[in-house]
């Protein structure tokens, strides 16, 4: 057993055996001792954590909220400024140390059985003592189990596969070449309309950033992941330093709103807080978290439970970040500021352009957008790349999965070869505050669900243990932003160029890892620099024969390189940065 492992036996082996002693006292409902229970836990290590979760909740600890839009443990920390869900719902120590029903348990337990969860319902009853029943049924109250059984019957029992679209054609876009769906248009001239939306105040940035970095053997939020070529800062740091040079570049105060997950909050947080921010004012940033949804079982519906005193639950997609924005305060808290646009864009691709004029110009003021919700897209690199595509459907902008698209569409392609359906979605919107707030306010005009079939490992009521499916037992619903472009009065596409804006860090190798995102930091600094003049060595295959990081507060476009003092050339194999 190595060094770290003698470490931390103690603090997994503690609270188990702390609570076989507390086991018949706490579930007197169960059958099988709690001994033989403990011991089956073992054989799966991460339900090693719940002995400790559950004895937290018989001491009346408090106990995750569910939906995890509350803030109150970012607000408690003393040395934070930062605006936050909890300055708007705020709660103090008491509630949070007992939770306060709004509904009995016997109540409970009735709506239970008329969305048709009875077995969770007779679980709910049996569960000891009071605190720890509390603190199970506060987060079935954070499900909204007044449309629970509307979505198990339309995503579970009686599923049915969506229609086939009638009509579906390319989506128009605003090319690169300066021809859009209406003729030219002039770049400067919307370059220049998205500069005053800046400098006056009314852009925000948006960044959704619920992720871990799991798939790329970094344990801890993706954003903390070190992404950059030499120095490797962060994913948050580059971010932070682009928003500080457009800051600086345009006179302004830019507002940055961070989306975490229940999973990756507090850890996201302290992250800022050692960083002291990277250099951002900490009063400009604001944290939240998104929802979740139950984890439903695959046949019959029910809530699925992680362990014996926690739902099983799932984040509820990018799509949830509208009622994140909401049920937090950012909303309020962007009206208050004076801001009318955000900047969207997700945590995995260090070369988001977190503040474009051109694209904000456009999408504010171009004749064809309403200013509620445009999106940016590059040229597919293949037919079969695994983004999602900007088509035409029946007369409306939606974007299609790239598993959705039927694959003679996906291979069709124009007269001089290039593919007919190339509108590649990056995950970059431009939305408009008050499209957020009508979409919230029309029931017509909510996002839909999408539903996906997975393996959860869960607890079984029924028998009082552990189970870890061989095959996909569970449907995970979640919404995707991208759903309410139709919903835009006239929503537009933009395309921007792939190594400018499109360098992702999504897999440990191979097609968008962090070698190839770095590849791509390094081919766009070396075009900036030979935009101003500097000579840089190239291989054969196209990629940099040197090794180049610009930081942000450096330049976050080439224009940017026309004061800084640069060298002539750049010789093979060089490290550089600037």
């Not at 995750?64 to 970012?74: F, I, L, R, Y």
Request: glycine content about 8%; some cysteine; proline content about 6%.
């Amino acid at each position: 057993m190595s060094g770290q492992a003698r470490r931390q036996a103690p603090q997994i082996a503690g609270p188990i055996d702390r609570l076989g002693t507390k086991w018949p006292s706490m579930m007197s409902t169960w059958s099988r001792s709690a001994p033989a229970l403990i011991a089956s836990w073992q054989s799966v290590p991460r339900l090693a954590k719940s002995a400790a979760r559950i004895e937290g909740a018989m001491s009346g600890r408090e106990s995750e909220s569910v939906n995890g839009s509350s803030m109150q443990e970012c607000s408690a920390r003393a040395s934070w400024s930062m605006y936050d869900a909890a300055e708007n719902h705020d709660q103090n120590e008491e509630s949070r140390t007992m939770p306060q029903m709004s509904t009995t348990i016997d109540q409970l337990c009735q709506r239970l059985e008329d969305c048709g969860q009875a077995a969770l319902s007779r679980y709910l009853q049996g569960v000891t003592p009071e605190k720890a029943q509390n603190a199970f049924a506060e987060q079935i109250q954070a499900i909204d189990l007044g449309d629970l059984q509307t979505l198990v019957k339309r995503y579970v029992t009686g599923y049915q596969s969506p229609p086939t679209p009638g009509s579906v054609k390319p989506a128009p876009y605003y090319a690169l070449d300066g021809t859009g769906p209406s003729g030219v248009w002039a770049r400067d001239e919307y370059q220049a309309k998205g500069e005053q939306l800046i400098k006056a105040g009314k852009v925000a940035c948006f960044t959704v950033a619920g992720g871990q970095g799991s798939r790329l053997g970094y344990d801890g939020p993706k954003g903390c992941y070190p992404t950059s070529c030499v120095n490797e800062k962060s994913l948050f740091q580059l971010f932070a330093e682009s928003i500080r040079k457009n800051e600086l570049k345009h006179d302004c105060v830019i507002p940055w709103y961070i989306m975490t997950s229940p999973l990756n909050h507090e850890a996201t947080v302290s992250f800022f807080e050692q960083h002291d921010c990277f250099g951002l004012q900490r009063d400009q940033i604001m944290f939240f978290k998104q929802g979740v949804m139950p984890s439903l079982n695959a046949q019959s519906g029910d809530m699925l439970l992680s362990d014996p005193m926690h739902l099983a639950t799932n984040p509820d997609g990018h799509g949830g970040s509208f009622k994140a924005l909401h049920a937090s305060g950012a909303i309020d808290d962007m009206k208050r500021r004076g801001i009318e646009h955000i900047s969207y864009f997700q945590v995995d691709n260090p070369h988001s352009n977190v503040v474009d004029p051109v694209f904000l110009g456009l999408h504010a003021f171009a004749p064809d957008s309403s200013g509620e919700f445009s999106s940016k897209m590059v040229a597919k690199a293949r037919w079969d790349e695994k983004v999602g595509v900007f088509c035409d459907v029946d007369g409306a902008t939606q974007v299609i999965e790239y598993s959705d698209l039927d694959e003679d569409l996906a291979k069709q392609t124009e007269a001089n070869g290039r593919l007919s359906f190339n509108a590649g979605s990056i995950a970059i919107h431009a939305i408009g505050v008050s499209f957020i707030e009508r979409v919230l306010g029309d029931a017509d005009a909510s996002l839909p669900f999408h539903r996906a079939l997975k393996k959860v490992a869960h607890f079984d009521i029924a028998t009082g243990r552990p189970v870890e499916p061989d095959t996909n037992n569970a449907v995970k619903l979640e919404k995707f932003v991208f759903d309410a472009i139709p919903i835009a009065q006239r929503s537009i596409v933009v395309e921007t160029d792939r190594v400018e804006e499109f360098a992702p860090v999504k897999n440990a190798t191979g097609t968008d890892s962090i070698e190839s995102s770095k590849e791509l930091q390094s081919l766009r600094a070396a075009r900036w620099l030979g935009a101003n003049g500097v000579s840089v060595p190239m291989n054969s295959d196209g990629t940099v024969n040197a090794t180049i990081e610009i930081s942000p507060l450096t330049a976050v476009g080439p224009d940017d390189l026309a004061s800084v003092e640069l060298p002539e050339s750049i010789q093979p194999g060089q490290t550089v940065v600037l």
